[in-house]
């Protein structure tokens, strides 16, 4: 289940692994390709109009399409006791995806604000998860995440991440 709450830096140490996130510089050569071959035909042609489409399709290619790197949280140890600190040393995004993994008969995650991860309580209203499994997208600026079962969060299970 992905949810919209909570994107990594161009430091290539600190992004996900080639498995783990989609590559942009792929589909824009792809597609510029493709415009350069209309605009090799419509050359050939001098038609104006078939120019003009092909140089505003590469002027809208060339924003960037944005696309989510995922990072499982903890990475192979999952989300457990003293993840506090995973986050240190890597850059987010907003759009990037959390992988939260977990036994859920164990732990769960809760989406909180900075109220609720400095005091480890659950305010009313917050986001619970609960499969074990669990795909969180990051929003820009601060997300927060807690396991509410007893003494957990209190345990270092609890995590702050800031996207940009």
Known sequence: MTSSIYRPSSSASHRPSPSTRHTRHSHFCFICSISLSFLRMSQGRGSAVATLMVMSLLVLLHCEVAEAATYTVGGAGGWTFNVVGWPKGKSFRAGDILQFNYDPSSHNV???????????????????????????????????????????????????????
Not at 125 to 131: I, N, R
């Open 110 to 164: 809760v989406g909180v604000g900075r109220v609720g991860y400095s005091t480890c309580k659950t305010l009313q209203g917050a986001k619970v998860y609960q499969t074990g499994n669990d795909k969180i997208r990051l929003v820009k600026g601060q997300n927060f995440f807690i396991c509410n079962f007893p003494g957990h969060c209190e345990s270092g299970m609890k995590l702050a991440v800031t996207a940009v």
